[in-house]
C-alpha cells in the first residue's frame, strides 16, 4: 500500500520566514495530493491540493509544488503569521482508492 | 451546504464499557471514513464505508465496527473499551470517485473526544 513520509515532525520560525513542509509517497499511481491545517481542538480543514497533472499550486500565501519523478510533495508558507500556528498534515491519493495515506503531521509554530 | 457533523462531542466512559459514535456526512457525499487520532500519532484509518458496505479497512482490532445507513449516516462502535481507546474520533466524508478524476478530497467532522476511565 502507500506510504506517505512527512518532515519535519516540528518546525519553529519567527513571524515572517518562509516555512516548507515535505512530504514523500511511495504509490507512483497516487495521483492527488491535498494539505490539512489542525488548530488546536478543531478539525482538519483543507488548505490547498493539487493534483498530478500540475507541477506547482499557489492560494495567496500558500503554495504546493509537486514532483512525480521523485515522488514527493512540498508545503510552501511565505510571510508566517502567529495564526499560522497548528499541526498540517499532507496526504496521498489515488483514484479506485478513494482513502488518502495520511503523513504523520508538522507542528508548526510561529513565533510573534 | 452544511458540513460534516458528529455527536456527541464527549464522552466519558470506563473501561469495559461499549460506546456509539454517530457521523452525518455532508448532503450528497456517500463515502464515511473514519479515523483515530491520539497525541503524536496522527490519523489513523479505521474505516471506510461507502453504499451501507465497508469498502476499506485499517488495522484495528475487531472491537472497532461501524455501520452506514441508507442515508449515508453512519456510526461508530466500540467495545470493551481499554484505557488506550481514549482519543479524538474524526469522521470525515467525501464524494467517493463519483466525480471520475479519482482521489477526492474528505472533509472533517469536529470530531468526538472520547476519555475512558
Known sequence: ?112 | KAGVTQTPRYLIKTRGQQVTLSCSPISGHRSVSWYQQTPGQGLQFLFEYFSETQRNKGNFPGRFSGRQFSNSRSEMNVSTLELGDSALYLCASSLAGTSGRGGDTQYFGPGTRLTVL
Open chain 1, 1 to 112: 500500500g502507500e506510504n506517505v513520509e512527512q518532515h519535519p515532525s516540528t518546525l519553529s520560525v519567527q513571524e515572517g520566514d518562509s516555512a516548507v513542509i515535505k512530504c514523500t509517497y511511495s504509490d507512483s499511481a497516487s495521483n492527488y495530493f491535498p494539505w490539512y491545517k489542525q488548530e488546536l481542538g478543531k478539525r482538519p480543514q483543507l488548505i490547498i491540493d493539487i493534483r498530478s497533472n500540475v507541477g506547482e499550486k499557489k492560494d495567496q500565501r500558500i503554495a504546493v509544488t509537486l514532483n512525480k519523478t521523485a515522488k514527493h510533495f512540498s508545503l510552501h508558507i511565505t510571510e508566517t503569521q502567529p495564526e499560522d500556528s497548528a499541526v498540517y498534515f499532507c496526504a496521498a491519493s489515488k483514484g479506485g482508492s478513494y482513502i488518502p495515506t495520511f503523513g504523520r503531521g508538522t507542528s508548526l509554530i510561529v513565533h510573534p
